[in-house]
């Protein structure tokens, strides 16, 4: 059974810095990898997905790496902002089907 | 990108009611959606597969006779939370798969159930 682990649970940094959320899976078969953002009571917004067979994936300040074989991946955001605070949740798609798998989530807050 | 809407965004209800919540793909068609739930500060759990044109298939431990899933287009599929409990209260969220694009999930906004 597929078990989706986000590190940290909650983090906190000024406005300004650049930052890395971790997730690690523990089966490696997967056919690709989301990360998601999610404000207070409300839905997803898809921010990046990475196929099984690619390395990374960028969008604007945010960058996505996957280590597959080690059961990794990191979103890296760089120039934090306010508007940045959320709770970032990545998904790893394994098996048929097109199940997600979620993570536990990393809430972030970006102080003035 | 692909939108998917839900409808109500909210709702409250007494116990023993049932309350219907649709989700919408708005610009693609959707064979496949899925349904989810959230508890508070928790992460979403995969309930059940909406499949259009078939049954649903639903994940272990979810009740099928009191999550009843209906996907009967393309673009619409209706999860129905039958006679609701307060411990039924909780975030339900659908997605769907955009297959053209990596199949990349897209989500809807979310509804909020609260069973008084």
């Known amino acids: 059974k597929q078990e989706v682990t986000q590190i940290p649970a909650a983090l906190s940094v000024p406005e300004g810095e650049n930052l890395v959320l971790n997730c690690s899976f523990t089966?490696?078969?997967?056919?690709?990898l989301q990360w998601f953002r999610q404000d207070p009571g409300k839905g997803l917004t898809s921010l990046l997905l990475?196929?099984?067979?690619?390395r990374e994936q960028t969008s604007g300040r945010l960058n996505a790496s996957l280590d597959k074989s080690s059961g990794r991946s990191t979103l890296y955001i760089a120039a934090s902002q306010p508007g940045d605070s959320a709770t970032y949740l990545c998904?790893?798609?394994?098996?048929?089907?097109?199940?997600?798998?979620f993570g536990t989530g990393t809430q972030l807050k970006v102080e003035l | 990108g692909a939108v998917v809407s839900q409808h109500p965004s909210w709702v409250i209800c007494k116990s023993g009611t049932s309350v219907k919540i649709e989700c919408r793909s708005l610009?693609?068609?959707?064979?496949?959606m899925f349904w989810y739930r959230q508890f508070p500060k928790q992460s979403l759990m995969l309930m059940a597969t909406?499949?259009?044109?078939?049954?649903?298939?639903?994940e272990q431990g979810v009740e099928k006779d009191k999550f009843l899933i209906n996907h009967a287009s393309l673009t619409l599929s209706t999860l129905t939370v039958t006679s609701a409990h307060p411990e039924d209260s909780s975030f339900y969220i659908c997605?769907?798969?955009?297959?053209?694009?990596?199949?990349?999930?897209?989500f809807g906004p979310g509804t909020r159930l609260t069973v008084l």
């Open positions: 997605s769907a798969p955009l297959g053209t694009r990596d199949n990349e999930q897209f």
């Open positions: 089966d490696s078969a997967i056919y690709n």
């Open positions: 990475i196929q099984s067979s690619q």
């Open positions: 998904a790893v798609l394994t098996g048929g089907g097109n199940k997600l798998t």
């Open positions: 610009d693609f068609q959707a064979t496949t």
């Open positions: 909406s499949n259009e044109g078939s049954k649903a298939t639903y």
